[in-house]
Structure formats: structure tokens, C-alpha cells
């Protein structure tokens, strides 16, 4: 069964940096693609960006140029790398495994919180 596992959220202020992980356990990611997606209050569960099993990235407007993602084989985990970040950005972020470009897969890790104050 695999299982994800985020961590790396936290309290930023405006303007900060945060570095998210996703570590896969009972699979590996070569063959699927990874992805973030994030959850803000009263709102939608988003994409946010992709890494897919060729190591091609995609990201949603919103964080272009900001955030990157990447991943480790060795390790079996990805990572987001968010950096000047905005009070928009706060929200639950979910790590994500076997989705098709901006559509998630089936397989879910438990989430992290990411709280940017201003």
C-alpha cells in the first residue's frame, strides 16, 4: 500500500520561504506522476504543481516563479520549494501521487498546514 507522507509546513511571515516534503513509502515514484495541490478555507482543493515520472514540471499560475518542485529517487520523496510567499498562499497542502497533468490521483497523503501572515 503506499502511503504519503508530508511535512515542512509551518508560520511564515510575507515574503519568506518554506521548503515542503513529500516522502513515498510502499511504492516508488518513477513510474507515476507527483504532484502538490493545496486547500484554503471555504475554498476548492487545488493544483499547484506536478513533477511527471520523466521529471517534466508543470505549475498553476499563480505560483509560476515562485514555487519549484523536484524530486529525489533515493530518497523516494518531492519536494516544493516555496518562496516569496503571500497570504494567498496559506492553506492545507496535500501531496499527491498518480494524477494526470492538473487532475489528481487516487492516492493521498494527510496534508500540511502552510500559514503565510502579513
Known amino acids: 500500500q503506499v502511503q504519503l507522507v508530508e511535512s515542512g509546513g509551518g508560520l511564515v511571515q510575507a515574503g519568506g520561504s518554506l521548503r515542503l516534503s513529500c516522502k513515498v513509502s510502499?511504492?516508488?515514484?518513477?513510474?507515476?506522476?507527483m504532484g502538490w495541490f493545496r486547500q484554503a478555507p471555504g475554498k476548492e482543493r487545488e493544483f499547484v504543481a506536478g513533477?511527471?515520472?520523466?521529471?517534466?514540471?508543470y505549475y498553476a499560475d499563480s505560483v509560476k516563479g515562485r514555487f519549484t518542485i523536484s524530486r529525489d529517487v533515493a530518497k523516494i520523496t518531492i519536494y516544493l520549494q516555496m518562496n516569496s510567499l503571500q497570504p494567498e498562499d496559506t492553506a492545507v497542502y496535500y501531496c499527491?501521487?498518480?494524477?494526470?497533468?492538473?487532475?489528481?490521483?487516487?492516492?493521498w497523503g494527510q496534508g500540511t498546514q502552510v500559514t503565510v501572515s502579513s
Open positions: 499527491n501521487r498518480g494524477g494526470r497533468g492538473t487532475e489528481p490521483g487516487d492516492c
Open positions: 510502499g511504492r516508488t515514484f518513477s513510474d507515476a506522476a
Open positions: 513533477i511527471s515520472w520523466s521529471s517534466a514540471t
